[in-house]
């Protein structure tokens, strides 16, 4: 029997951007095209026949955002047959994890801005986009329980309170930080130093730590279990 099919395929990128001052944000741009028009979205856009799925999202993201990323995750396909007023359109989605302040932002073919928001203050968004965040942000949250992740974010040397902060962001809710700590320690990726931490009030201050990379992206590859 014949298949009348006349279904497009695209691309969506979920972006995660992370600080210690601002906590977890997502990387949108401002549609400057119909539908939507002046409604945020995901970057991302139509495969080109050429193209395969990671040159797409690497193209789109950079061209509507100026951000460029070495990897990004496949999330999920989104195939809902009323997802895109204009056509049948299938996205393939992607997510990482990345420094806000490591990019300059620069919109352009069918952005007309390109922003950063707080996971907690997101706009109204275009298409099944506000859906597609929220089941990456659930993918985020559960491989923290069996990879480290979010190292790349902090700085050589950090304090073990901006850890502590950049899991809770990522997770939506405090953690106990005693419990955490000897969870994390336990695996060997997490060295403590001799260097102090730099306090600007009054206070004791404690040592910095840093991770060991052979340590860190060998558990990266195994995968690790622990909850926190």
């Known amino acids: 029997m014949a298949v009348n099919q006349k279904i497009k395929l695209a691309v969506d990128a979920v972006v995660f951007g992370y600080t210690s001052k601002d906590g977890l944000s997502i990387l949108l741009i401002k ?56 056509n049948r359109v299938v996205s393939i989605a992607y997510y990482g994890l990345v420094k806000p302040n490591a990019f300059q932002l620069h919109a352009s073919t069918d952005a007309s801005d390109a922003a950063w928001f707080n996971i907690k203050k997101m706009p109204v968004l275009a298409f099944d986009h506000k859906e597609i965040i929220e089941r990456a942000l659930k993918r985020l949250q559960a491989k923290m ?16 309170s ?49 991770f060991n990379e052979e340590k860190y992206f060998e558990l990266k590859r195994s995968g690790i279990n622990f909850e926190i």
Not at 36 to 64: C, H, M, Y
Not at 191 to 210: D, H, I, M, V, Y
């Open 31 to 86: 549609r400057n095209i119909a539908p939507f028009k002046d409604t945020w979205a995901l970057p991302g856009g139509l495969v080109k026949n050429e193209e395969s799925l990671e040159e797409a999202i690497q193209r789109e993201l950079q061209e509507e955002t100026g951000v460029g990323i070495n990897y990004l995750e496949q999330l999920y396909s989104f195939g809902d047959p009323a997802r895109d007023p204009r």
């Open 145 to 160: 329980s069996y990879e480290p992740i979010g190292f790349e974010l902090l700085d050589q040397r950090f304090p073990f």
């Open 162 to 210: 901006e850890l502590e902060k950049l899991y809770s962001a990522v997770l939506g809710r405090p953690i106990d930080r005693r419990n955490f700590k000897k969870k994390i320690t336990k695996f060997g990726f997490l060295e403590e130093t001799s260097e102090k931490q730099s306090l600007e009030s009054a206070g004791r201050p404690g040592n910095l730590f840093c």
